[in-house]
């Protein structure tokens, strides 16, 4: 992993660059980098908001040998490398809000955006996008997110050295990466559920069409959102936002 590093500036989302090298052939492992993003893709459509070297922002191309439906497990994975990486560098103690938000003291510290190419059942290539806001201050995140989202620097009150952290995550992703390919989800799956956010209450899953409540377990053997419906009916969820109930 990285043994290829294309580094920008500044660039419109890394995703895009991601893409086009993957559809030129890039290797697996190759890593795009930017000091900023000027259209910063999050999960949903929504925008993610990339200051000029107050975060990470970078996308991993892998072309990982197995179906397309396990791609989710690779989010999965990626969110505990995050984890990882935060609880190992800095004394905090983050949390994973299904399916793959980093938080800190209940508020966003890092996100991931998974992209895939596939055809019929042969993945092409896919891309993890990972976000981790590490030196802002409340100022520098727009108004309408500063209750919501939160940096290492906020919450530690010391800078971090960027290029550092940048180096622990791809370490610890290799890592987990190689050890995913060799034992499958079980040690994934027990990790995530480790740092899981809020396991064992009340949500409200929505779906496009849909939306009922449900206790959330925890994450099934294939990487799916497990709960259990009010008439004790065990269900797993593939898609679809969740929300949890007032404390
Ligand atoms: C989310 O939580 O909604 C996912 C955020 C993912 C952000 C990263 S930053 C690097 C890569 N490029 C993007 O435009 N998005 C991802």
Redesign the pocket.
């Known amino acids: 992993l990285g043994k290829k590093i294309i580094h920008k500036t500044s660039t419109t989302?890394?995703?895009q660059i991601a893409h086009q090298v993957a559809q030129d052939n890039a290797e697996h492992g190759t890593i795009i980098i930017a000091d900023e993003?000027t259209?910063?893709?999050?999960?949903?459509n929504?925008q993610?908001q990339?200051t000029k070297g107050k975060g990470i922002?970078?996308?991993i191309i892998l072309r990982p040998d197995f179906l397309p439906v396990m791609a989710p497990q690779l989010t999965l994975l990626s969110a505990t490398v995050l984890a990882d990486v935060l609880a190992e560098h800095t004394a905090l103690t983050p949390k994973i809000k299904w399916p793959?938000?980093i938080l800190i003291n209940d508020k966003k510290t890092a996100?991931?955006?998974t992209e895939m190419q596939a055809e019929q059942d042969q993945i092409q290539y896919v891309v993890i996008?990972?976000?981790i806001n590490v030196n802002q201050i409340t100022e520098d995140f727009d108004k309408d997110i500063q209750d919501k989202a939160t940096s290492l620097q906020i919450q530690t009150g010391n800078q971090w050295n960027i290029k550092d952290f940048i180096q622990h995550v791809l370490q610890s992703f290799e890592n987990s990466y190689d050890s995913f390919m060799q034992n499958g989800f079980p040690d994934v799956k027990y990790k995530w559920e480790s740092y899981g956010y809020r396991i064992g209450e009340y949500i409200k899953i929505k779906t496009l069409h849909k939306e009922w409540k449900a206790k959330f377990l925890g994450i099934a053997e294939d990487g799916a959102l497990l709960t259990k419906t009010d008439n004790d009916e065990i269900k797993k969820i593939y898609s679809g936002e969740i929300e949890w109930f007032m404390r």
């Open positions: 989302t890394t995703q993003q259209k910063g893709k999050g999960r949903m929504r993610w990339s922002w970078m996308s793959n938000d996100g991931i955006l996008g990972i976000g």
